[in-house]
Nanobody, 111 residues
Framework: QTELVESGGGLVQPGGSLRLSCAAS????????MGWYRQAPGKEREFVARITTSGSTNYADSVKGRFTISRDIAKNTVWLQMNSLKPEDTAVYYC?????WGQGTQVTVSS
């Protein structure tokens, strides 16, 4: 079992930025893919972004061009840089590695 701990969420105005962090208790190089998902109130959890061991990235269409996923293998950490935030980005954001999930971090975009 791998523990994933997210941080960096908060309240931000539309157009603002946040950087989420996901710290893993094990080497993230063990996982072929690590990703970020989000769940808004009353909605199902949805894919946001993922990064592979080779460094390839994929994004949901709704965040493409605004969000960037990155990782530091030495620090066992994955980040999600979120720019140009919109109210519809409001959700709890979760880090994922295979069957392991973090507890989530709340992101609220509101004026």
């Amino acid at each position: 079992q791998t523990e994933l701990v997210e941080s960096g969420g908060g309240l931000v105005q539309p157009g603002g930025s946040l950087r989420l962090s996901c710290a893993a208790s094990r080497r993230i190089s063990l996982f072929n893919v690590m990703g970020w998902y989000r769940q808004a109130p009353g909605k199902e959890r949805e894919f946001v972004a993922r990064i592979t061991t080779s460094g390839s990235t994929n994004y949901a269409d709704s965040v493409k061009g605004r969000f960037t996923i990155s990782r530091d293998i030495a620090k066992n950490t994955v980040w999600l840089q979120m720019n140009s935030l919109k109210p519809e980005d409001t959700a709890v954001y979760y880090c994922n590695a295979y069957q392991n999930w973090g507890q989530g971090t709340q992101v609220t975009v509101s004026s």
